[in-house]
């Protein structure tokens, strides 16, 4: 595997070592990243549970389908052109652990500042837990600092 492949462009069935199930828990992470760059709520939400708790960093928990509908609708107004480069996928058991690179166009304000037009690209993990068949808990962390001095400062 080349440190330039990305990893989101591949089935989940390629990834040696894993179990059906752990392939299974790997398709959904990735069918919601890409529902995340496409901007696709319904298909963010078709693949977490109704119970959903979404930890990021610098918010407090959102919970629910509710929550992360209204979420993710300010985050797509917030950045445009949202990418992932996945530079690693662990999976095993109900648990799903990814980082690599995200970047985009910061379009709206944020936290007070103005919307610059500027993109920004930087490094993340997210963790995962699995329940049931659909994703029940993500924990996400980014290079806020880094995504601040490139976007809006």
């Not at 828990?25 to 549970?49: A, K, P, T, Y």
């Not at 996945?86 to 500042?113: K, P, W």
């Amino acid at each position: 595997m080349s440190m330039e492949e990305n990893l989101l462009l591949r089935e989940p069935s390629s990834f040696k070592g894993l179990t059906t199930g752990e392939q299974e828990n790997l398709r959904l992470v990735i069918e919601f990243l890409w529902g995340r760059m496409i901007g696709d709520i319904d298909q963010i939400l078709s693949v977490m549970s109704s119970n959903i708790i979404f930890h990021e960093q610098l918010l407090p928990p959102i919970k629910g389908h509710d929550e992360l509908r209204i979420s993710a609708q300010k985050f797509q107004s917030l950045i445009g052109n949202l990418d992932y480069k996945i530079d690693q996928f662990v999976a095993r058991g109900n648990q799903v652990a990814h980082y690599g690179t995200i970047s985009g166009i910061f379009r709206s304000e944020y936290m007070g500042l103005p919307a610059t037009g500027k993109s920004f690209s930087v490094a993340y993990a997210e963790f995962v837990i699995i329940k049931n068949g659909q994703i029940a808990y993500v924990w996400n962390l980014s290079d806020e600092k880094g995504l601040l001095q490139q976007a809006i400062l």
